[in-house]
């Protein structure tokens, strides 16, 4: 596809006053021909190949940078699902690979390094139940590692075992951070029909059908988005989806431009473009400022699943036409505590987390960065992500849970996680137990839409 210097510059006048920027060059790389029943050799030939493959990353992303002008927020990796080799593995832990891809991601300079994650949406095998052990030490123990495990999904169902296991996780992984808000839990992800192109963390892992190594790219542009619509306040339903098609597209365009670019300086092929608006903290970079130029008082307000719903459907139409492959997680994210808007929202009661889940029946990903009091049982936790995850089984699209219980916080209280991680309330939860139901074991079975072979 063809990119004029005019179109690239169209989009560049954006940066800055409307906050538009590659969100992450994301390089995946396939860790299989690591696989050694030693851990610790394994985990030698895994740091030697993350460097060897993705030395470039880093000084590529700043040379387009500074070539288009364009701001690259993240340079992430991310690799093969660590189960995979774990199921060679002599010693019961796969805590050694964490730490060199730890290693790896400082040696580097990249921001984040993802993959240490397991698929069990069937069934636990042995490889999937030593990640899952390791979990907990792998991410107190590294800085820039980051974890997610797929529980579910439309073909299989939703492996109730595994979504207890998970609450447990992010319980126990919470009080092992509390010295730093539960922030350990920030870097774990618990998925239905997880993707094996996400360039986003903490969810981000190379699926078994991507190649030996690939670029895939994330865009951002909430706040180009937003530029756009206060300027627009007389359109009708129609047109107000045509412009927000129309910025969609121009952002999509040149994020597609960098990706192509990126893959022929480092010679790895290119993948795909996520087409996702992902907000952050910085005020005028918020899905929940969108929606209420769209018409809203307060996002979480009767009306607003409608207004994610057009606005999802509207972004994945344009940046569809922009690219030749897109793929990743597509459309909009709302994740709390990187929103400043939708922090406001819950502030002012207008947002609570019955319609958050609500609306990721319309939106990308699922109940993303919420915190939540630290004194949350695991059964609650585990219900919810159930329940995210039945959201996703249902209609057949991605879902996920990042939940982070925050010791010694109650509902109302404040948290800062610092950075693209942001801050904000605590949001209260249901306090009713589901602990007979998520305690029954075994597997929800697939909906009957899966049948259609």
Do not use: W
């Not at 992430?76 to 060199?100: C, G, H, N």
């Not at 790895?268 to 996520?274: A, E, L, R, V």
């Amino acid at each position: 596809m063809y990119f004029s210097i005019d179109e690239v510059i169209d989009t560049i006048r954006a940066v800055g006053v409307e906050t538009f920027d590659i969100r992450t060059i994301t390089c995946g790389i396939n860790l299989m021909s690591c696989a050694d029943p030693d851990v610790n050799k394994c985990a030698k030939k895994v740091y030697e190949k993350v460097v060897t493959i993705a030395k470039d990353l880093v000084p590529t992303a700043k040379k387009l940078e500074k070539s288009y002008g364009i701001p690259i927020v993240n340079k992430r990796v991310s690799v093969t699902p660590v189960s995979f080799l774990a199921s060679a593995f002599t010693k019961p832990t796969a805590v050694p690979i964490a730490k060199a891809l730890d290693k790896a991601a400082k040696e580097l300079g990249i921001d984040y390094i993802a993959g240490f994650s397991s698929l069990i949406h069937k069934g636990i095998n042995k490889g999937d139940q030593i990640l899952l052990d390791s979990i907990s030490e792998a991410l107190c123990s590294t800085e820039r590692v980051c974890s997610s495990v797929n529980v579910g999904s439309s073909k299989a169902g939703i492996n109730m075992d595994g979504v207890l296991r998970m609450a447990q996780i992010v319980k126990d992984l919470s009080l092992k951070t509390a010295d730093k808000n539960g922030l350990g839990c920030a870097k774990l992800v618990v998925f239905c029909n997880a993707v094996e192109d996400n360039p986003f963390v903490a969810g981000s892992f190379l699926g078994p059908g991507e190649p030996e190594a690939v670029l895939n790219v994330g865009i951002s542009g909430p706040g180009v988005v937003r530029a756009a619509l206060a300027s627009s306040k007389d359109l009708d339903m129609g047109g107000l989806s045509d412009l927000i098609k129309k910025i969609s597209f121009k952002i999509t365009r040149t994020g597609d431009l960098i990706g192509r670019e990126a893959s022929k300086m480092m010679g790895i092929p290119f993948g795909i473009i996520d087409l996702s608006l992902a907000p952050t903290p910085a005020e005028g970079d918020s899905i929940s400022d969108i929606l209420e130029l769209m018409g809203l008082e307060s996002t979480g307000c009767h009306g607003t699943t409608a207004a994610l719903a057009m606005l999802n459907d509207a972004v994945k139409k344009g940046g569809m036409m922009a690219a030749t492959y897109a793929g990743g997680l597509s459309g909009a994210f709302i994740p709390l505590t990187e929103d400043s808007g939708m922090c406001k929202a819950v502030e002012n009661n207008s947002l609570c987390i019955q319609k958050l889940e609500a609306m990721t029946c319309v939106c990308s990903v699922g109940l993303d960065m919420i915190a939540i009091p630290g004194d949350t049982s695991e059964d609650i936790i585990a219900g919810i992500i159930a329940d995210e995850a039945a959201i996703g089984m249902i209609n057949n699209k991605t879902t996920a849970a990042r939940l982070i219980p925050v010791p010694g916080k109650k509902a109302g209280e404040y948290v800062d996680f610092g950075g693209l991680l942001g801050k904000g309330p605590i949001i209260d939860v249901e306090h009713h137990s589901p602990s007979v139901f998520v305690r029954r074991g075994g597997r929800i079975p697939a909906p009957v839409h899966s049948m259609k072979n």
